[in-house]
């Protein structure tokens, strides 16, 4: 993993660029933004670098030292960080604009979806994405273990993408967890064959002792003589016009409860900008995400933004590749060469 990608650093040109998420998208911008010479300052409001990709990923799926090592280049080369700032909270998002030359907001998707049904704020009911970087910041030495909820018994994980196989994972594998869990359920709306989650996933999933139940949705939680219950509803799929994958419709009365101790949402993230629709004349579109142009300019003329919170829930190829293209436009901007 490499977000530096020059030996030399040019001589300064007196140009300060603000860069707000060090996910990969903001990483990746600022490596080519320091070899053109720019001043960059990295926000984060987590204590260390690498978003998603660091706090998100389970430790055996990507090599937590390399992307350690890649910060470190950039440190050594001049990038700074600010650590442990939330923009919107910390800092205002305005005073940055002002001060800086120009601004790429990268912070990425760190909502869990809801999947609105009865019962869903009760506290055994948790936001996957938010939970498994909870997990990765007290493996890391930032918060102390007492501080994560430590799922026990059967744990029904909603959701067949990324996130829910790396819940799952987390759950069965880290030492903190599996001598705790019984048993894991994953519950999906459509079949396997239709999931974001690759086949052979669900196959590694299945060997660790997942059971998959496919065409089922929850439609509601409670508690019953002191238990936890998710009711779930079968399903099954209609091809309709209009959508290219088969709708997942209920079928009526096939509905049935089961007995569970902690439920995961994992149906998707949704972008988080640091800011409203149109706060800052920073306008969204009605997914959240940052609405921008072919130059990933944003509504207000030096402000930009890549990576997820620009092109919603993707993956760290893509999101990279947004901020190193983003980072090419920001200089041709500030250089005058785009207007
Ligand atoms: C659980 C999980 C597993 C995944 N597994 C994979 C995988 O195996 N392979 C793969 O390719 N992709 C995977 N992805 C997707 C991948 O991690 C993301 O697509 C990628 O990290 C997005 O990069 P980004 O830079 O746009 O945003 P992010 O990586 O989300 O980084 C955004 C950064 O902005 C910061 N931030 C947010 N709001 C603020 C604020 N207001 N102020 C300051 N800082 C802020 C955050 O702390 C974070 O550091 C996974 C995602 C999740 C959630």
Known sequence: MKFLRCREIPPPTGKKVAIIGAGPAGLGAAGVLKCHGHDVIVFDMLPEAGGMMFFGIPDDRIQKDRIREAVRELMNAGVKFMFNTKVGRDISLEDIIE??????????????????????DLPWILPAAEWIVEVHMARYGHIPWSDVIKPHGTILIVGAGLTAADVATVLLTYP???????????????????????????????????????????????????????????????KTPEDKRPK???????????????????????????????????????????????????????????????????????ALKSGLDA???????LTGILK
């Open 99 to 120: 001060t800086f030359d120009a601004v790429l907001i990268a912070t990425g998707t760190w909502k869990t979806r809801r999947l609105d049904v009865d019962g869903e």
């Open 176 to 238: 903190e967890f599996k001598e705790r869990v019984e048993k894991v359920i994953l519950s999906y709306r459509r079949t396997r064959e239709l999931a974001p989650m690759r086949l052979s996933e669900f196959e590694r999933l299945e060997k660790m002792g997942v059971e998959v139940l496919e065409l089922t949705q929850p439609i509601k939680f409670y508690e019953k003589d002191n238990m936890r219950i998710a009711r779930l509803i079968k399903m099954k799929l209609v």
């Open 248 to 318: 997942p419709v209920p079928i009526e009365g096939s509905d049935f409860e089961l007995r569970v101790d902690y439920v995961f949402k994992a149906i998707g993230e949704i972008p988080t900008p640091p800011f409203e629709d149109k706060q800052h004349n920073i306008e969204l579109n009605p997914d959240n995400t940052i609405k921008v142009d072919e130059h990933f300019r944003t509504t207000r003329p030096n402000v930009f933004a890549a990576g997820d919170v620009k092109h919603g829930p993707s993956l760290i190829g893509p």
């Open 327 to 333: 980072a090419i436009k920001i200089h041709q901007y």
